[in-house]
């Protein structure tokens, strides 16, 4: 059974451009969550989906956006790249909502941003 | 707001002996789970370990196991007969009933000496 897939592994992007980073799920696995890890603020939540709506938003500006397709499939999108959006972006799944669900990372996307 | 706390950002331990990491945590919630979550260098996230709040009986996986305090907010991770291959990044994290949000510490090093 594949894992959480992530693409692109690694990418380098110019201030002020958009990226948008791709997430496949565990087969079966309906809820996806994504995280940023930076050496400064550590793992923090971006957001959830689950059933293609968002369920849960962390702290971060406008310009994190995501969304979820149908075959639970995730796309996360930053839109006006900053300095600071340089991080290691790791997406997750699971069987379903909460309840303590065991959580399935992905290896990451590391974006740069220059 | 959960939070969670690890205070020893770094720990080192000789091949095969004992040593226990320090999880601590804030919550209103009643319902909750604990996780402890491996980040080898290679940066995917491995569950460890998990722990259901409502269980008093402290989880244990083969070398793994851990103290949970509730009363004391305390989710310390011990790992015995410790391996080189345990040497990585260790998060305790921390999980509402009702949601996929995972709060994160800020992690321990760990490096297993041979």
């Known amino acids: 059974k594949a894992g959480v897939t992530q693409t692109p592994r690694y990418l380098i992007k110019t201030r002020g451009q958009q990226v948008t980073l791709s997430c496949s799920p565990i087969?079966?696995?309906?809820?996806v969550s994504w995280y940023q890890q930076t050496p400064g603020q550590g793992l923090q939540f971006l957001f959830e989906?689950?059933?293609?709506?968002?369920?849960n938003k962390g702290n971060f500006p406008g310009r994190f956006s995501g969304r979820q397709f149908s075959n639970s499939r995730s796309e996360m999108n930053v839109s006006t790249l900053e300095l600071g959006d340089s991080a290691l972006y790791l997406c997750?799944?699971?069987?379903?909502?909460?309840?303590?669900?065991?959580?399935?990372f992905g290896e990451g996307s590391w974006l740069t941003v220059v | 707001a959960q939070t969670v706390t690890q205070s020893q950002p770094e720990m080192s331990v000789q091949e095969a002996e004992t040593v226990t990491l320090s999880c601590t945590y804030d919550?209103?919630?009643?319902?909750?789970?604990l996780f402890w979550y491996k980040q080898p260098p290679s940066r995917q996230m491995i569950l460890v370990i998990r722990?259901?709040?409502?269980?008093?009986q402290n989880a244990t996986e083969n070398r793994f196991s851990v103290n949970f305090q509730k009363a004391a907010k305390s989710f310390s991770l011990k790992i015995s007969d410790s391996q080189l291959g345990d040497t990585a990044m260790y998060f305790c994290?921390?999980?509402?009933?009702?949601?996929?949000?995972?709060?994160f510490g800020t992690g321990t090093r760990l490096t297993v000496i041979p």
């Open positions: 989906y689950f059933s293609e709506t968002q369920r």
């Open positions: 997750a799944s699971s069987l379903v909502r909460g309840e303590g669900n065991t959580i399935y």
């Open positions: 087969s079966g696995h309906r809820s």
């Open positions: 722990q259901e709040a409502y269980k008093q």
């Open positions: 919550t209103s919630e009643s319902n909750y789970y």
């Open positions: 994290a921390f999980m509402k009933h009702a949601s996929s949000n995972l709060f």
